[in-house]
């Protein structure tokens, strides 16, 4: 498998908007589509969105979307980070083949190479919630929570 995240152009766009699709119950815990994810990061620039399409094999098949070493002075409480997976979401046709847990492979490495050290995350509890895909790829629960969220942190070693 040949996984690429590549930059959001409109051609990158237009691929994304027909092939990434979530059913209701679970477009809910990423807060919607490719396009509310675009739009969040519109409205929040200091959150420092890495929006990315997630290819493989030349298919779209999904979207990611980071903060990308967000360090606000003075400190914040609204923004999470240095790094925070924002968005992921791996379209329904293309799920349980190990496409998530390579994207998160993907953007560990990418934000360890940044000089990272852990890579945050947060999601929402309940029926179809992606809280055993966050624990089965090595998130865990730090005990806190962000805006009502479980927040969980991705230790990337020194
Ligand atoms: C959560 C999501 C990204 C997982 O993507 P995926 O490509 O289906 O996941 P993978 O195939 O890589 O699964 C990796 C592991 O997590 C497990 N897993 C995946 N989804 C799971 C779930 N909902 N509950 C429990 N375990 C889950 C898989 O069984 C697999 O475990 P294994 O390797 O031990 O067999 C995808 O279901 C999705 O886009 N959901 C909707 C949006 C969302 O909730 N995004 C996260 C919040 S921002």
């Keep these: 498998m040949e996984l690429e995240l590549r930059?959001?152009?409109d051609?990158?766009?237009e691929q994304l908007r027909t092939?990434?699709?979530l059913p209701p119950e679970q477009a809910e815990y990423v807060g919607g589509s490719v396009?509310?994810?675009l739009h969040e990061a519109a409205t929040y620039p200091e959150a420092k969105p890495w929006p990315r399409g997630v290819f493989v094999d030349g298919f779209p098949v999904g979207f990611v979307m980071?903060?990308?070493d967000v360090r606000p002075d003075p400190p914040d409480p609204a923004l999470v980070g240095p790094w925070f997976l924002w968005k992921l979401m791996i379209s329904r046709d293309h799920q349980g083949r190990g496409y998530g847990r390579a994207v998160v492979a993907a953007v560990a490495e990418i934000v360890h190479a940044q000089g990272g050290t852990e890579l945050l995350t947060s999601y929402g509890e309940g029926p179809g919630d992606p809280s055993g895909f966050y624990v089965s790829v090595g998130?865990?629960?730090t005990g806190e929570r962000h805006e009502g969220e479980v927040l969980a942190r991705l230790d990337l070693g020194g």
């Design 19 to 21: 092939a990434v699709l």
């Design 11 to 13: 051609l990158v766009l």
């Design 139 to 141: 998130f865990v629960p």
């Design 7 to 9: 930059e959001v152009d």
């Design 66 to 68: 980071l903060s990308w």
């Design 35 to 37: 396009d509310d994810a």
